[in-house]
Each structure stands twice: as C-alpha cells, then as structure tokens.
C-alpha cells in the first residue's frame, strides 16, 4: 500500500512552477534534446495558465471555444447529501435546470473541456495518495460516456520509465493532471508528479494521444490545428 504522509493540494495553482522556474521544473536526468522539449512544454502549460476551461465557479467547467447558450455546455459538480456523493453533471447554458449526469465520486475533481465540447477530461483525486485521468465521450445530446481501457497514470509511468528510468514503484505517492486539450481534441496536455521515499518527482509534462492511448514529449502534436484562416481569435 501506498503511504499516508502529506503532500499539497492536487490542483493547488500555486504547486506550478512557471517558465522562471524551469530548472526547478524539470528533471536533471532528462537527456538534452528532451529537456529543450520538456521546456516548451512547460511553456506551454505557462502560457495556458495550467488549468482550461471558463467557468463562473470552482465547480462549473466550459470549453475555451465560443458557442451560443443553446450549444455551449456546462460541466457542473454538486454534492448528493442522502448519498454521500458529489455528482459531474451536464447542461446547457440556455437550459441550466435541465441536467444529465455524466459521473458519481466521493473526494475531489476538476474538469477540462475539450474545444468542440467532444470529450471531457476529469481529474479524479480518487485517494490521498493517488490520482487519475478519466476521459468522457460525448453521444446524444448533452450525454457523456466514460471510455473504457484508458489509464493515464500507466500511460505517464511507461514514459517515465523510458526516458528517466524511474519506476512509478519507487513513489508511494503519484498524481497525473490534464491540463490543456489541443485544438482538434486529439491530444491532451498533461503532467504528473509525486514522490517517494527519497525521491520527488516535482513537474513531468507529457502529451497524450487519445488514437494511440501513449504518452509522449512531442509537443508539435499539440499545435497541428492551432492556427485556423478565416476565422477569429476565439
């Protein structure tokens, strides 16, 4: 088991350390050509202000993108007191009152919206010592499905493992966090970190492909729909 002793809070905007910091940020063993590449990605999660999303609350997440109040959804959380459960809930902003539930938890979680509100990215803090990814495909309407054989933390600790060569064994604690959708939802900005005994592994940015379900330092991927003619700034 996992040990019990404290860390910050999971999505504490304060524990990210800013392109001011990247000696801080990224791991003195990274080989050169990926420490260039780790640091435009951490640039880039700078720039993104690490956590996506608008929303007029701590609970309530929507896509970057604008859309109309008849098509723009809103991820809301609320807390089922008969339960015992905090319930991820779907509406539109035309139609606030009418909701569809998307996911039942029990501790805390954020919310990052892909730009055409496809897919949903839920940072789960399922325990103290551990955190996961789960992603959510829209269907009909304002319904998400959670899709199935994804495992983040997996993903993170296989790149971990072959360009550290440190094992997610070694941590008793482990975190992964989605920060940032690329423009044509293929792709999601994340970062892991953690630590053991010993050891701490402060910042770790990787880019996941949803086609693939690998993780990986390319962070070209993330920018191949980033520039769109015709169209503006939003």
Same mark, same amino acid.
């Given at each position: 088991?996992?040990?019990?002793?404290?860390?910050?809070?999971?999505? =504490?905007?304060?524990?990210?350390? @800013?392109p001011? $910091?990247?000696? $801080?940020?990224?791991p003195?063993?990274?080989?050169?050509?990926w420490?260039l590449?780790? %640091?435009?990605i951490?640039?880039?999660? /700078?720039a993104?202000?690490?956590?996506?999303?608008?929303?007029?609350? &701590?609970?309530?997440?929507?896509?970057?993108?604008?859309? &109309?109040?008849?098509?723009?959804?809103?991820i809301?959380?609320?807390r =089922?007191?008969? %339960?015992?459960e905090?319930?991820?809930?779907?509406? !539109?902003?035309?139609? &606030?009152?009418?909701?569809?539930e #998307?996911?039942?938890?029990s501790r805390?979680?954020?919310v990052?919206?892909?730009?055409?509100? /496809?897919?949903?990215?839920? $940072?789960h803090?399922?325990?103290?010592?551990? /955190?996961?990814?789960l992603?959510?495909? +829209?269907?009909? *309407?304002?319904?998400?499905?959670? #899709?199935? @054989?994804? $495992?983040l933390?997996?993903? %993170?600790?296989?790149?971990?493992?072959e360009?550290?060569? !440190?094992?997610? *064994?070694?941590?008793?604690?482990?975190y992964?966090?989605?920060?940032?959708?690329?423009?044509d =939802?293929?792709?999601?900005?994340?970062? %892991?970190?953690?630590? @053991?005994?010993? #050891?701490?592994?402060?910042?770790?940015?990787?880019?996941?492909?949803?086609?693939?379900? +690998?993780?990986?330092?390319?962070?070209?991927?993330?920018?191949?729909?980033?520039?769109?003619?015709g169209? /503006?700034?939003?």
């Amino acid at each position: 088991m996992r040990g019990r002793a404290g860390f910050p809070a999971l999505w =504490d905007g304060a524990s990210f350390h @800013g392109p001011g $910091n990247l000696r $801080n940020v990224m791991p003195a063993r990274l080989p050169k050509p990926w420490r260039l590449q780790t %640091a435009l990605i951490v640039l880039l999660a /700078s720039a993104c202000g690490v956590v996506s999303g608008r929303g007029g609350s &701590p609970d309530s997440w929507t896509s970057e993108s604008w859309f &109309p109040p008849q098509e723009q959804v809103v991820i809301t959380s609320r807390r =089922d007191a008969k %339960a015992g459960e905090k319930v991820l809930e779907a509406s !539109l902003a035309s139609a &606030p009152a009418e909701k569809r539930e #998307i996911y039942r938890y029990s501790r805390s979680a954020s919310v990052v919206v892909s730009p055409d509100q /496809s897919f949903l990215a839920m $940072n789960h803090a399922y325990c103290s010592t551990d /955190s996961t990814i789960l992603l959510f495909r +829209r269907g009909k *309407g304002i319904s998400y499905a959670l #899709i199935k @054989g994804v $495992n983040l933390p997996e993903a %993170a600790g296989a790149l971990l493992m072959e360009k550290l060569k !440190l094992s997610t *064994g070694d941590l008793d604690h482990f975190y992964v966090e989605a920060l940032q959708w690329s423009r044509d =939802d293929a792709r999601l900005l994340c970062r %892991a970190f953690g630590h @053991g005994d010993g #050891i701490g592994l402060h910042q770790f940015f990787f880019v996941y492909d949803l086609a693939t379900g +690998r993780a990986g330092l390319d962070l070209t991927s993330m920018d191949k729909a980033a520039v769109e003619k015709g169209s /503006s700034s939003r």
